[in-house]
């Protein structure tokens, strides 16, 4: 492992597009409010955000406010640029982060702001918000 810092990833290789399913998510994020979708019918968390609950198939939705807190269940470590805009934002850490208070999800996002070589499957996180120039707000995760 290197002892570089994870860095957010490259704004340019992102642009956001929502519907109606995706568009709470988005909005709490803006707010720097962490949800993810729970059916009101059968109390499921889902994630992501679809029409129809794979438990039960109601279109019911809540969000329900989360407390950012999270566990990393899996990560890589991106080193190489496979585009130029990527080179100044190496390395950049992809992981999938349990939510414990949403059983089940496990949100795909980016390891921020820590040592590389400090990242380990198993570690507790905490959100952090990186508000984007597009007025976009991201959810990444730290120690």
């Not at 860095?7 to 988005?26: H, M, R, S």
């Not at 950012?68 to 999938?96: C, D, F, H, K, N």
């Not at 820590?114 to 597009?134: F, L």
């Amino acid at each position: 492992m290197t002892s570089d810092t994870a860095k957010v990833p490259a704004e340019e290789i992102f642009e956001l597009i929502t519907d109606q399913w995706t568009g709470p998510y988005w909005d709490a994020a803006r707010r720097h409010v962490l949800t993810v979708p729970k059916c009101a019918s059968c109390g499921k968390f889902r994630m992501p955000p679809t029409p129809f609950c794979p438990h039960c198939l109601s279109q019911e939705i809540e969000w329900p406010e989360l407390s950012g807190g999270g566990t990393i269940y899996s990560y890589t470590v991106v080193t190489r640029a496979i585009i130029p805009q990527m080179e100044t934002t190496l390395p950049y850490v992809p992981a999938l982060v349990e939510l414990p208070d949403a059983p089940g999800v496990r949100l795909v996002t980016n390891i921020v702001d820590v040592p590389v070589s400090e990242i380990k499957v198993g570690q507790a996180v905490k959100v952090r918000w990186h508000d984007r120039r597009d007025g976009v707000t991201v959810p990444c995760f730290t120690f």
